[in-house]
């Protein structure tokens, strides 16, 4: 039931947000077996998409609107953004409504979120840079590099100097 080229509006984001991460995490490291291995995860988030519940398109309400406002200003800035706070503020709400907008509306808190994107751009900053560890972190926003390890290590299972020397190895 899917037509290319269409678009679909789910009821669990996250959940596909994640296989695709994975692809991206599998396909830049490029072993032997990675492309099989993005091939599978295609499969699977097809088979998803297929079964997935779809959202009924919903009336156009307020707080969708400001869900949606929050968001692209996410996307726009996640690098100069550090925390919830200041985003909260750049969206002129509060922190607290900010959180149950993105649980409401995108299944992931914006804390997630905007963490999912730092840890996105830092790995395609060592995959495609010969930026080390720490001028990758300080390029997505963090002063300490052992924090963003961590982080990075939560996204995608690997520290972050591992993770690059793996893509260098296999380029």
Same mark, same amino acid.
């Given at each position: ?21 994975? &692809? ?92 999912? &994107?730092? &840890? ?52």
């Amino acid at each position: 039931n899917l037509v290319p080229g269409s678009a679909r509006h789910l009821a669990a984001p996250a959940e596909i947000a994640g296989f695709l991460d994975l &692809m991206i995490r599998y396909g830049t490291e490029q072993t032997p077996r990675s492309q099989t291995a993005c091939a599978r995860l295609l499969e699977l988030v097809c088979l998803r998409l297929a079964d997935a519940p779809v959202l009924e398109l919903q009336r156009r309400s307020a707080a969708r609107d400001t869900w949606q406002r929050c968001r692209q200003l996410l996307q726009d800035r996640f690098l100069k953004l550090a925390s919830l706070d200041e985003l909260a503020e750049a969206c002129e709400v509060d922190p607290a409504y900010l959180c149950r907008l993105f649980r409401r509306f995108d299944q992931q808190s914006p804390y997630q979120l905007l963490s999912r &994107m730092k &840890m996105n751009q830092a790995a395609t900053l060592l995959v495609r840079s010969a930026l080390s560890v720490k001028q990758a972190a300080e390029a997505v926003g963090y002063v300490d590099v052992y924090h963003f390890s961590r982080v990075f290590r939560r996204f995608h299972g690997v520290s972050p100097g591992r993770f690059a020397r793996a893509y260098r190895q296999g380029s």
